[in-house]
């Protein structure tokens, strides 16, 4: 498939990727189409387009089959060119057209070591709102400068964005990005204090700049420069959504400072979340009661919850009389491909539960086959609220989708749905768009965006800053080089004399240096890997994000997802080993962090 077998929208999208945009000629864009509008279609052709020879995916852990796939059906590249980066070990190709990445992987010194020492002529972020805390490090790998080590996307070219969910819930989450790619077009506002003061609200009581205001002006700033959205209904015909609460009697037991709680909730009071946590394990009689009735006259249905606990008493009351799916977090890609085409094409597969973080994205295809969905429960997230819809109100629906809240009465489900309604009303109008203000598709081609591109690289060659590796077939050399970083990343200055930082890292390590009997070696033991990885966990801004390198760290070294307390005897050294130098790593990263003189987004 090519360029002609898109939608016609889908061909205005490329156009807008590949082309100089009026006030705005840098080749960074943000493609924020809603989600099942195809936006993975759209920049791959568009990678054919400008004649890429390179290509860095970044995306999802559980989606990187998936968009080789995808590349198979809409480029003329063999499966040979396509290099899917698995595990932390892997040796990547410099010759490949596609590398397919994930954000877990980036925290793998090897893999990102790698990814710095190759140009690409196009670097796709997937799921970019995953960058949006600009002190998480996926975001500071990806994004910023950190001392004198350069971002990967300053390897990239053609640097390309792509969310259904820029503005997941508050104003505060698109700065990161906004202030890195297009720092130009904020203007005065440029700095976050007055980013915050104008567009968040100002600091509010708690400093936090959870607000927001002026809406209208900063989606104008910025809309058909950088940021593309279009929404089903500016492109297709799709059916109505239908929504209901469905309330129930929850009987609370007796929890201090539990009365009253119907406040504005924020996911990041633990009082808060244990008390979700309770309130949604007392309505699993109810749910799994609401949920056997709707599968007595709905057909197909999906269920979206949360925690653990709440999909497993979910699934084991289920499985007696139904057969249900499950897709939750720790899962492999292949496993959730797996039981979604079980789902789609087996009529006696039903129902699905999905967990909300793991499977609001790629599991595409179910609404071809379904039209019903209950939430169990909701997180505070309008964003993550619109994308679980999406996965059924989407392009192949032909049915109404009805999307049935259970919300306990008089308690905490209550101030949750408060919280993302209005979240979401924020989010519609950050994304209200006006179409009119899109170039035609004929004026966007007139613009000549390879004789520009061209142009703006020979100028770059002339200066010095530039010295092409690859020319492509008109003569004009490879589009790989970062906007702000034209010059490949310097090397590490020499130690100077004296202790270097990894000498004084090691003397102060966690982990102490076992003690040795007979000139033997301590022998390491699970505990050993508990402590090291608690450290680990900690050295990152962001839980999750430790979490996950915790995990993949010792998938990589054992072969498989494993326990910390599992790992096999003979891995406990070399899971060590690599957990220690993950936190020598993040310390001499901080290290680098606190003594850069430019603190700024590069």
């Known amino acids: ?81 396509i290099f899917i980066n698995w595990t932390g070990k892997d040796i990547i190709p410099t010759n490949t057209k596609f590398v397919v990445t994930s954000y ?25 709102h995953r960058v949006k805390t600009g002190g998480a490090k996926i975001t500071r790998r990806l994004l910023r400068k950190t001392g004198t080590r350069n971002p990967l996307i300053s390897r990239c070219f053609h640097k390309w964005f792509l969310t259904g969910s820029f503005l997941e819930n508050r104003m505060k989450e698109t700065y990161t990005l906004l202030r890195t790619m297009c720092p130009d077009l904020l203007g005065k506002y440029v700095e976050f204090k007055d980013f915050g003061d104008r567009y968040c609200d100002g600091p509010g009581a708690d400093k936090s700049y959870s607000g927001s205001s002026n809406i209208d002006e900063l989606r104008d ?12 209904k500016d ?74 606990k709440v999909i497993q008493d979910i699934y084991d009351d289920l499985k007696i009389d139904y057969k249900p799916l499950k897709i939750h977090g720790g899962i492999t890609s292949k496993q959730k491909e797996i039981i979604k085409n079980q789902f789609i094409n087996d009529s006696t597969a039903n129902p699905l539960i999905l967990q909300i973080d793991s499977a609001g994205t790629g599991v595409d295809g179910i609404q071809r086959v379904c039209n019903n969905v209950v939430f169990v429960q909701k997180v505070w997230s309008g964003g993550k609220d619109l994308q679980a819809i999406g996965r059924l109100l989407r392009l192949h629906q032909t049915k109404p989708v009805y999307a049935d809240t259970i919300i306990g009465g008089g308690t905490i489900c209550e ?69 702000q970083d034209a010059n490949p990343p310097k090397e590490k200055p020499a130690a100077k004399a004296g202790k270097s930082s990894s000498q004084a890292i090691a003397k102060d390590s966690t ?23 608690r450290e680990v966990i900690e050295s990152y801004e962001d839980e999750k994000e430790g979490k996950d390198a915790v995990n993949t ?50």
């Open 235 to 308: 492109v297709h015909d799709i059916p109505p959504l239908i929504e209901k609460n469905i309330y129930c009697k929850v009987d609370m037991p007796m929890i201090p400072n539990w009365e009253g709680e119907l406040v504005e909730t924020d996911e990041s009071n633990t009082h808060q979340m244990t008390l979700w946590r309770i309130v949604s394990e007392q309505k699993i009689p109810f749910s799994i009661k609401y949920i056997r009735e709707k599968l007595q006259t709905c057909g197909k249905l999906v269920v979206f919850a949360y925690h653990v």
């Open 1 to 81: 498939m090519n360029y002609n077998d898109l939608y016609e929208y889908q061909k205005d999208g490329v156009q807008w990727l590949i082309t100089p945009q009026p006030d705005f000629n840098r080749p960074h864009r943000l493609l924020a189409d809603e989600p099942g509008l195809g936006k993975t279609a759209q920049v791959i052709v568009a990678s054919q387009m400008v004649q890429a020879k390179r290509v860095l995916v970044v995306c999802l852990a559980t989606i990187k089959e998936t968009w080789k796939q995808e590349i198979l059906r809409w480029s003329d590249v063999h499966e040979s060119e």
């Open 415 to 483: 101030g949750i749905n408060h919280s993302v309604k209005s979240k979401k009303n924020i989010i519609w109008e950050f994304n209200d768009i006006k179409k009119q203000s899109l170039p035609t598709r004929e004026k966007q081609m007139e613009l000549g965006v390879l004789e520009r591109i061209a142009a703006a690289l020979e100028e770059l060659v002339k200066q010095g800053k530039l010295t092409p590796a690859v020319k492509l077939p008109s003569g004009q050399p490879s589009g790989n080089v970062g906007v």
């Open 553 to 602: 760290i010792v998938k990589d070294v054992c072969g498989k997802a494993t326990k910390l307390r599992e790992v096999p005897a003979e891995n406990i050294d070399t899971v060590v080993e690599a957990l220690q130098a993950e936190l020598d790593e993040n310390r001499v990263e901080e290290e680098e962090t606190e003594e850069s003189e430019e603190d700024d987004f590069e």
């Open 221 to 232: 700033a910025i809309a058909y420069k950088f940021m593309l959205r279009r929404e089903f």
């Open 511 to 533: 982990l102490e240096k076992p003690a040795t009997a007979k000139g033997k070696k301590k022998k390491l033991t699970h505990d050993d890997i508990v402590k090291v990885a």
């Open 104 to 128: 877990e992987l980036l925290h793998r010194n090897n893999v990102l070591k790698q990814l710095q020492s190759i140009w690409f002529d196009v670097g796709i972020i997937d799921e970019a």
